[in-house]
């Protein structure tokens, strides 16, 4: 089973609609949850960080974590085409320890149309 | 302008050789990661130092080394031990607090695409 799980897409939404992205983790213990964008051949770009229960809110960006059912997901109001990317959903893993190791689920690739 | 500078952009290596993917941060970052992205997949963690002269296996460490002998350095070394090396290569840093319980957020330089010819 794999640790980190994402559907890999595509997922395409009309331009002004929500896209809604989700991932499971495995390890119960994880602690700390990244979306990261990544544009075709480019890096990973760190777009939002949760690590308590609930819903973060930055600009048009929500991240929501319900750690009893081991689910994190990424709101994205009002897409934009320039939105059109793969969204990477990156977990702590290491035990709930401080030190970076990341596991990282394969991406959603999302297309928002005009 | 602070950063992670990663270079070169592009490399190709023939069969048998070693190459040196090159990651400098001017961030101050205590942890440095390398990571390796194959297409359609997400990445996966080879080598990481949260210290200098110090540094610990990733999940997909054979045929890679590394070493880490200033703050601001993190060069990898893909060997010819490694069968499969054609990849994109991030580094990746973070500020790292040993002894929170909160993950510091990971920054990513532009990467190296390694091409074996």
Redesign the interface.
Known sequence: QKE?EQN?GPLSVPEGAIASLNCTYSDRVS??F?WYRQYSG?????IM?I?SNGDKEDGRFTAQLNKASQYVSLLIRDSQPSDSATY?C?V?TNG?T??????????TILTVHP | DGGITQSPKYLFRKEGQNVTLSCEQNLNHDAMYWYRQDPGQGLRLIYYSQIVNDFQKGDIAEGYSVSREKKESFPLTVTSAQKNPTAFYLCASSIDAPGTSAIDEQFFGPGTRLTVL
């Open positions: 980190v890999s602690q700390s990244f480019k890096s990973p770009e760190l960080s690590y990477l990156a702590n709930g401080s030190y970076g190791k990341l596991t990282f689920g394969q991406g």
